[in-house]
């Protein structure tokens, strides 16, 4: 393992706070930032991108990684009934498919670019596993909702305490709780969960408003929304991160924006399912909610590609505004990368790159059609608009190279992919 990399002659697209775009170089010592712009000197090993874009490594603020191996499993259906075949698999799977779709999963997010993901599952620790097998970082928030609803063995928020202090410190795994939402969680399995993040530091994210179904139903039970309802009983905090939050009011939007919170917004998935509502991005950013993305897992997109849902996210706001500035692709950017730095707390380590940061880098492919022609002025909108998965090549995380000329450098692909196979079938097999 390298213990220095040095990337030359790249359009390096900073995401620092001026948001400097430049051709030059990167170097990374021990896994850290050490130079950006001319470099003299080498390195143990160099890296040519020839004039292509250099980026920071995306972070998928929302997904179920364990999911990967379930897409199409549950495909053009009614929302209850695809609730209820999702439910129906999650509630049987073993150890052995949750780690072959969490490789898989983990596989498809860093050979398209996603260096951090945010994880809402149970068995995070099996999750972790492959989490570290791969080489990327999993902010992996824990499964928490009433005892009553769940089909864990013992307590879901005991369950999250125990994975903490299990990975506490993990190099690769931040652990996290994660809240299943208002229609399976009580006010005193909110609170509970704020005292243990009010203790230890962490994340705490939650479906929020993904249906007005969801919406209806708490406010008949409550005679709040749901946003409303966890200003009220003093939930929200800035560790905070809310997914979907689709169906909000402008007094939601505040209360989360005075909180301190961010959200993840998941178009593709809402588009897919047709649950209807657009996340109102544009009051958020205007009140100050920190905006991000996620995938959300592969039931619901099938694809766990952020360079697709940036353009998506984008252009749904554009075309359900009618008007084509809100949502510019700087901003687009900015919400995959600084935007959900900030999100899970790691502003300084992660999400630009910039001297003293963690190396995760993403280094384009300097021959790909779509992104050409390049200039220092159009590269932030390729990346946007233009770019795929398959544009990427080389992945850095934690300076280490995990991804060469779109090779996977520690987890073996084709075993991979045979083991998400074998997995699928499994699945199959026990639903007819």
Known sequence: MARSVLIRNGTIITQDQARRVFVGDILVQDGIIAEVGKVRGGADEEIDAKGAPVMPGLINTHCHVAMSVMKGMADDLPFGDFLNRVFAIDSDRKDEDLLAGSRLGCLEMLTGGTTTFVDLYYSQDVIAQ?????????????AVLDQQFTTQNGVPLDNCRSFHSRFAGDKNIVPGIGLQGVYVCSEETFMGSREFSDRTGALMTFHLSETRGEVYEHKKKTGKRPGDWLSSIGFLNERCLAAHS??????????????????????????????G???????????????????DGSTTNNSLDMFSEMKTLALLQKSSRWDPTVVKAQ???DFATMNAAKALGMQKEIGSIEVGKRADIVIMDSRSPTLRPLTLDNVVSN???????????????????????RIPQKLDLDSVIEDGQKAM???SAKRK
């Not at 492959?130 to 824990?142: F, H, I, N, P, T």
């Not at 509502?277 to 996620?294: D, L």
């Open 130 to 142: 492959a989490v570290r097998e791969s080489g990327m970082r999993g902010v992996l928030c824990w």
């Open 246 to 275: 689709a169906w909000l009011t402008i007094n939601e939007v505040r209360a989360l924006a005075k909180a301190g919170a961010s959200i993840s917004s998941c178009p593709v998935s809402n588009m897919k399912l047709a649950t």
């Open 277 to 295: 509502g657009v996340a109102p991005i544009p009051e958020m950013q205007r009140e100050g909610v920190n905006v991000t993305i996620g995938t």
């Open 331 to 333: 901003e687009a950017l």
């Open 383 to 405: 990346v946007v608009y233009s770019a795929g998965r398959g544009d990427v090549r080389t992945v850095l995380c934690f300076g280490d190279i995990v991804v060469k000329d």
């Open 425 to 427: 079938v499994a699945i």
